[in-house]
Protein backbone atom coordinates (compact mmCIF):
# COMPACT_ATOMS: atom_id res chain seq x y z
CA UNK A 1 0.00 0.00 0.00
CA UNK A 2 1.05 3.59 -0.33
CA UNK A 3 0.56 6.69 0.87
CA UNK A 4 1.85 10.34 1.49
CA UNK A 5 2.63 12.23 4.90
CA UNK A 6 0.40 14.41 5.08
CA UNK A 7 2.97 17.04 7.12
CA UNK A 8 4.84 18.04 4.16
CA UNK A 9 7.14 20.47 4.27
CA UNK A 10 8.03 23.31 2.04
CA UNK A 11 9.87 25.94 4.71
CA UNK A 12 13.32 26.32 3.85
CA UNK A 13 13.39 23.92 0.38
CA UNK A 14 11.99 21.08 2.59
CA UNK A 15 9.99 18.15 0.87
CA UNK A 16 9.10 15.22 2.72
CA UNK A 17 7.00 12.61 0.99
CA UNK A 18 6.40 9.04 2.82
CA UNK A 19 5.41 6.26 1.15
CA UNK A 20 5.48 2.66 2.25
CA UNK A 21 5.70 -0.50 -0.50
CA UNK A 22 4.95 -4.00 -0.35
CA UNK A 23 3.23 -6.98 -0.22
CA UNK A 24 1.67 -7.11 2.82
CA UNK A 25 2.96 -4.04 4.35
CA UNK A 26 1.39 -3.18 7.95
CA UNK A 27 2.53 0.44 8.29
CA UNK A 28 0.02 3.11 7.41
CA UNK A 29 0.98 6.76 5.50
CA UNK A 30 3.11 8.68 8.47
CA UNK A 31 3.68 5.57 10.28
CA UNK A 32 7.83 5.82 9.07
CA UNK A 33 8.53 8.95 8.11
CA UNK A 34 11.64 10.18 5.93
CA UNK A 35 12.43 14.25 6.17
CA UNK A 36 15.15 16.15 4.64
CA UNK A 37 16.42 19.56 5.09
CA UNK A 38 18.93 20.88 1.98
CA UNK A 39 21.54 22.75 4.28
CA UNK A 40 21.44 26.03 2.78
CA UNK A 41 18.85 25.64 0.65
CA UNK A 42 20.88 27.87 -2.05
CA UNK A 43 24.46 26.66 -3.04
CA UNK A 44 26.67 28.64 -5.14
CA UNK A 45 27.77 26.92 -8.52
CA UNK A 46 31.59 25.17 -8.30
CA UNK A 47 34.08 26.92 -10.86
CA UNK A 48 37.69 26.09 -12.14
CA UNK A 49 38.75 27.77 -9.05
CA UNK A 50 37.09 26.23 -6.39
CA UNK A 51 34.18 23.49 -5.39
CA UNK A 52 31.32 24.49 -3.57
CA UNK A 53 29.06 21.97 -2.00
CA UNK A 54 25.62 21.11 -0.79
CA UNK A 55 24.33 18.85 1.97
CA UNK A 56 20.90 17.58 2.81
CA UNK A 57 19.91 16.66 6.88
CA UNK A 58 18.00 13.36 6.22
CA UNK A 59 16.19 11.72 9.50
CA UNK A 60 14.33 8.24 9.41
CA UNK A 61 11.38 8.07 12.68
CA UNK A 62 9.72 4.87 13.27
CA UNK A 63 6.12 6.36 14.65
CA UNK A 64 5.20 3.03 15.46
CA UNK A 65 5.17 0.74 18.53
CA UNK A 66 6.98 -2.10 16.63
CA UNK A 67 10.70 -3.00 15.94
CA UNK A 68 12.33 -1.85 12.47
CA UNK A 69 14.51 -4.60 11.51
CA UNK A 70 17.32 -4.29 8.67
CA UNK A 71 16.88 -0.63 8.06
CA UNK A 72 18.45 0.84 5.05
CA UNK A 73 18.57 4.06 3.45
CA UNK A 74 20.12 4.99 -0.08
CA UNK A 75 20.16 8.88 -0.93
CA UNK A 76 20.98 9.89 -4.44
CA UNK A 77 21.56 13.22 -6.35
CA UNK A 78 20.42 14.31 -9.71
CA UNK A 79 21.20 17.44 -11.34
CA UNK A 80 18.81 19.67 -13.10
CA UNK A 81 18.95 21.99 -16.10
CA UNK A 82 22.43 20.71 -17.63
CA UNK A 83 22.74 17.54 -19.55
CA UNK A 84 25.67 15.58 -17.89
CA UNK A 85 26.27 17.14 -14.99
CA UNK A 86 26.49 15.36 -11.84
CA UNK A 87 26.58 16.29 -7.90
CA UNK A 88 29.09 13.45 -6.63
CA UNK A 89 29.43 12.20 -2.89
CA UNK A 90 31.29 13.59 -0.18
CA UNK A 91 31.02 12.30 3.10
CA UNK A 92 28.28 11.58 5.42
CA UNK A 93 28.37 13.00 8.85
CA UNK A 94 25.73 9.96 10.63
CA UNK A 95 27.97 9.59 14.00
CA UNK A 96 30.65 6.98 15.01
CA UNK A 97 30.74 4.08 14.04
CA UNK A 98 29.31 5.89 10.74
CA UNK A 99 26.69 3.05 9.23
CA UNK A 100 27.08 5.11 5.94
CA UNK A 101 29.41 5.22 3.01
CA UNK A 102 29.50 6.24 -1.04
CA UNK A 103 28.33 3.65 -3.14
CA UNK A 104 30.89 2.34 -4.96
CA UNK A 105 28.36 1.48 -8.05
CA UNK A 106 26.78 5.49 -8.26
CA UNK A 107 29.26 7.99 -7.44
CA UNK A 108 26.25 10.55 -6.81
CA UNK A 109 25.39 7.84 -3.77
CA UNK A 110 24.98 7.38 -0.81
CA UNK A 111 24.13 4.37 1.48
CA UNK A 112 23.67 3.55 5.37
CA UNK A 113 22.61 0.42 7.28
CA UNK A 114 21.49 1.22 10.47
CA UNK A 115 20.40 -2.12 11.76
CA UNK A 116 16.70 -2.22 13.68
CA UNK A 117 14.93 1.42 15.04
CA UNK A 118 12.87 0.50 18.17
CA UNK A 119 9.28 1.24 18.71
CA UNK A 120 8.50 5.11 19.18
CA UNK A 121 9.34 7.09 22.00
CA UNK A 122 12.33 4.78 22.82
CA UNK A 123 15.70 6.44 22.58
CA UNK A 124 16.63 3.89 19.58
CA UNK A 125 13.51 4.79 17.38
CA UNK A 126 15.24 7.37 15.08
CA UNK A 127 18.36 8.08 13.00
CA UNK A 128 19.88 10.80 11.16
CA UNK A 129 22.72 11.65 8.99
CA UNK A 130 24.22 14.91 6.91
CA UNK A 131 25.01 13.65 3.14
CA UNK A 132 27.22 16.62 1.46
CA UNK A 133 27.75 16.89 -1.85
CA UNK A 134 29.82 18.36 -4.55
CA UNK A 135 27.96 20.83 -6.81
CA UNK A 136 28.55 20.85 -10.67
CA UNK A 137 29.36 23.73 -12.46
CA UNK A 138 25.96 24.17 -14.41
CA UNK A 139 22.78 23.38 -13.48
CA UNK A 140 19.82 25.22 -12.07
CA UNK A 141 19.18 23.26 -9.26
CA UNK A 142 20.00 19.68 -7.56
CA UNK A 143 17.83 17.32 -6.89
CA UNK A 144 18.00 14.53 -3.95
CA UNK A 145 15.37 11.70 -3.24
CA UNK A 146 16.52 9.27 0.18
CA UNK A 147 14.49 5.77 0.35
CA UNK A 148 14.77 3.98 3.48
CA UNK A 149 13.90 0.44 3.65
CA UNK A 150 12.95 -2.25 6.51
CA UNK A 151 11.82 -5.23 7.59
CA UNK A 152 8.72 -5.59 10.23
CA UNK A 153 8.87 -8.08 12.69
CA UNK A 154 6.76 -11.21 12.93
CA UNK A 155 4.60 -10.31 15.73
CA UNK A 156 3.27 -7.37 14.91
CA UNK A 157 0.77 -9.19 12.83
CA UNK A 158 1.44 -13.22 12.97
CA UNK A 159 -0.61 -14.11 10.19
CA UNK A 160 1.83 -12.33 7.45
CA UNK A 161 5.55 -12.78 7.03
CA UNK A 162 8.30 -10.55 7.47
CA UNK A 163 8.38 -8.18 4.51
CA UNK A 164 10.16 -5.30 2.93
CA UNK A 165 8.92 -2.14 3.35
CA UNK A 166 10.02 1.45 1.58
CA UNK A 167 9.69 5.35 2.35
CA UNK A 168 10.81 7.88 -0.17
CA UNK A 169 11.72 11.47 0.58
CA UNK A 170 12.66 14.30 -1.37
CA UNK A 171 14.22 17.41 -1.72
CA UNK A 172 16.43 19.77 -3.61
CA UNK A 173 18.91 22.58 -3.34
CA UNK A 174 18.77 25.51 -5.59
CA UNK A 175 21.82 26.78 -7.74
CA UNK A 176 22.37 30.01 -8.80
CA UNK A 177 22.08 30.83 -11.68
CA UNK A 178 25.70 32.49 -12.04
CA UNK A 179 28.48 33.25 -10.34
CA UNK A 180 27.89 37.15 -8.28
CA UNK A 181 31.33 38.38 -7.47
CA UNK A 182 29.98 39.45 -4.23
CA UNK A 183 28.69 36.43 -2.71
CA UNK A 184 29.28 32.68 -2.28
CA UNK A 185 27.14 29.92 -0.15
CA UNK A 186 28.55 26.38 0.51
CA UNK A 187 28.58 23.46 2.82
CA UNK A 188 31.44 22.78 4.28
CA UNK A 189 32.71 19.18 5.41
CA UNK A 190 34.06 18.34 7.84
CA UNK A 191 37.70 18.53 7.67
CA UNK A 192 36.93 21.92 6.68
CA UNK A 193 37.14 23.85 3.59
CA UNK A 194 37.90 27.59 2.50
CA UNK A 195 35.11 29.63 0.18
CA UNK A 196 35.75 32.76 -1.21
CA UNK A 197 34.07 35.50 -3.38
CA UNK A 198 35.03 36.35 -7.09
CA UNK A 199 36.71 34.19 -9.89
CA UNK A 200 39.54 33.33 -7.13
CA UNK A 201 39.39 35.81 -4.01
CA UNK A 202 41.71 38.02 -4.91
CA UNK A 203 40.85 41.79 -5.50
CA UNK A 204 41.15 43.02 -8.92
CA UNK A 205 40.41 46.39 -10.94
CA UNK A 206 36.71 44.80 -11.83
CA UNK A 207 36.24 43.22 -8.43
CA UNK A 208 37.97 45.39 -5.96
CA UNK A 209 36.55 44.00 -2.76
CA UNK A 210 37.18 40.24 -2.43
CA UNK A 211 37.06 37.39 0.75
CA UNK A 212 37.54 34.38 1.30
CA UNK A 213 37.01 32.37 5.01
CA UNK A 214 38.70 28.92 5.78
CA UNK A 215 36.07 27.51 8.36
CA UNK A 216 37.94 24.41 10.14
CA UNK A 217 34.75 22.15 10.78
CA UNK A 218 31.17 20.61 8.90
CA UNK A 219 28.82 23.64 8.80
CA UNK A 220 27.12 25.89 6.24
CA UNK A 221 28.90 29.01 5.37
CA UNK A 222 28.12 32.21 2.94
CA UNK A 223 29.81 35.22 2.58
CA UNK A 224 27.88 38.71 1.08
CA UNK A 225 29.87 41.69 0.27
CA UNK A 226 28.30 44.93 -0.44
CA UNK A 227 29.32 48.62 -0.64
CA UNK A 228 27.59 50.49 2.53
CA UNK A 229 25.55 52.31 -0.62
CA UNK A 230 28.16 53.69 -2.11
CA UNK A 231 29.33 55.95 1.42
CA UNK A 232 33.01 56.72 2.21
CA UNK A 233 34.32 55.52 5.85
CA UNK A 234 37.82 57.66 5.71
CA UNK A 235 40.16 59.61 3.96
CA UNK A 236 41.79 55.92 3.56
CA UNK A 237 39.06 54.04 2.68
CA UNK A 238 36.67 56.20 0.17
CA UNK A 239 34.87 53.28 -0.45
CA UNK A 240 33.18 51.53 2.33
CA UNK A 241 32.82 48.22 0.94
CA UNK A 242 32.16 45.29 3.76
CA UNK A 243 31.52 41.43 3.86
CA UNK A 244 28.85 39.46 5.74
CA UNK A 245 30.21 36.38 6.69
CA UNK A 246 27.20 33.83 8.22
CA UNK A 247 28.95 30.57 9.64
CA UNK A 248 26.99 29.04 11.95
CA UNK A 249 28.63 28.04 15.26
CA UNK A 250 31.73 28.84 17.71
CA UNK A 251 35.18 28.42 16.85
CA UNK A 252 37.49 27.93 19.83
CA UNK A 253 40.60 26.63 17.62
CA UNK A 254 41.14 26.48 14.87
CA UNK A 255 39.59 29.32 14.76
CA UNK A 256 37.77 31.00 11.89
CA UNK A 257 39.80 33.11 9.09
CA UNK A 258 38.58 35.77 7.22
CA UNK A 259 40.79 37.84 5.00
CA UNK A 260 39.71 40.68 3.56
CA UNK A 261 41.69 42.23 0.15
CA UNK A 262 41.59 45.64 -1.37
CA UNK A 263 42.34 46.02 -4.66
CA UNK A 264 44.99 48.87 -5.20
CA UNK A 265 42.66 50.84 -7.49
CA UNK A 266 41.13 51.90 -4.27
CA UNK A 267 43.88 53.00 -2.56
CA UNK A 268 45.24 56.66 -2.30
CA UNK A 269 48.49 57.12 -2.47
CA UNK A 270 48.95 58.30 0.48
CA UNK A 271 47.15 55.92 2.79
CA UNK A 272 48.90 53.78 4.73
CA UNK A 273 47.67 50.08 5.50
CA UNK A 274 48.68 51.09 9.91
CA UNK A 275 46.48 53.83 9.51
CA UNK A 276 43.04 51.93 8.70
CA UNK A 277 40.73 50.64 11.65
CA UNK A 278 39.34 46.92 10.71
CA UNK A 279 36.00 46.98 11.59
CA UNK A 280 33.25 44.41 13.39
CA UNK A 281 29.19 44.71 13.28
CA UNK A 282 27.19 42.26 14.90
CA UNK A 283 24.07 41.72 13.26
CA UNK A 284 21.78 44.71 13.41
CA UNK A 285 24.32 46.59 14.46
CA UNK A 286 24.60 50.14 12.63
CA UNK A 287 28.46 50.58 10.86
CA UNK A 288 28.60 53.77 12.53
CA UNK A 289 28.37 51.71 15.75
CA UNK A 290 31.06 48.83 14.31
CA UNK A 291 33.66 48.19 16.94
CA UNK A 292 37.48 48.35 15.76
CA UNK A 293 39.24 44.93 16.03
CA UNK A 294 42.75 44.51 18.21
CA UNK A 295 45.47 43.08 17.19
CA UNK A 296 45.76 39.50 18.03
CA UNK A 297 49.29 40.28 19.27
CA UNK A 298 48.10 42.59 21.65
CA UNK A 299 45.86 39.48 23.44
CA UNK A 300 46.76 36.79 25.65
CA UNK A 301 48.98 33.89 23.66
CA UNK A 302 47.91 36.14 20.36
CA UNK A 303 44.77 34.41 19.64
CA UNK A 304 41.01 35.64 20.54
CA UNK A 305 39.10 35.06 23.60
CA UNK A 306 35.92 35.51 25.47
CA UNK A 307 36.22 39.22 25.57
CA UNK A 308 37.64 39.77 22.88
CA UNK A 309 36.13 37.22 20.02
CA UNK A 310 38.07 38.76 16.72
CA UNK A 311 41.37 40.32 16.30
CA UNK A 312 43.17 41.27 13.59
CA UNK A 313 46.16 38.52 12.66
CA UNK A 314 47.88 40.20 10.23
CA UNK A 315 48.03 43.41 7.57
CA UNK A 316 49.80 43.36 4.37
CA UNK A 317 50.58 45.66 2.19
CA UNK A 318 52.12 44.40 -0.95
CA UNK A 319 54.82 46.40 -3.27
CA UNK A 320 53.77 47.27 -6.47
CA UNK A 321 56.80 45.06 -8.57
CA UNK A 322 59.59 42.85 -7.46
CA UNK A 323 58.19 39.40 -6.91
CA UNK A 324 54.79 40.31 -5.97
CA UNK A 325 52.21 38.49 -8.22
CA UNK A 326 50.87 40.76 -10.43
CA UNK A 327 47.34 40.04 -9.10
CA UNK A 328 48.35 41.63 -5.67
CA UNK A 329 50.73 44.05 -6.62
CA UNK A 330 49.57 47.30 -4.57
CA UNK A 331 46.38 45.71 -2.48
CA UNK A 332 45.72 45.59 0.67
CA UNK A 333 45.34 42.34 2.59
CA UNK A 334 43.87 41.96 6.64
CA UNK A 335 43.41 38.47 8.00
CA UNK A 336 41.17 38.26 10.87
CA UNK A 337 40.89 35.36 13.60
CA UNK A 338 37.56 34.78 14.65
CA UNK A 339 35.49 32.44 17.48
CA UNK A 340 32.08 34.02 15.86
CA UNK A 341 30.95 35.53 12.40
CA UNK A 342 29.32 38.87 11.58
CA UNK A 343 30.23 41.55 9.29
CA UNK A 344 33.69 43.09 8.50
CA UNK A 345 34.81 46.31 6.50
CA UNK A 346 37.36 49.15 6.84
CA UNK A 347 37.62 52.97 8.03
Known sequence: MAGINGRAARALGLVMVGSVLGGGAWAAAGDVTVTIVPLPTVVSLSTDAQTTRAAYQVSIQNNTSNVLNKVSLRGRTTVVGADGAAAAFVEALAGTPNPCAGDPLDPTAVVCDFGRLTGSGSAGSARSLIAIFDTPKVGTSIG???VATFKEGTSDQPNNPPSNDTTVATSATELSPDVPLDQAKSYIPSRGASLFTGPSGVATGSDQWATTIKVPSATTAAIFEDDN????????????????????????????????????????????????????????????????LPGCSTLPGGVPNAENKRCVKTRTAYGKGGNVP???????????LAIENGRVSLR
Open 326 to 336: LLFRGDWEFLI
Open 229 to 292: GGNSCSAAVPTCFGSTVTVPGSFGGPFLEITVRRDASLIPSNAKIADVAVLYQADGVALADAVA
Open 144 to 146: FTA
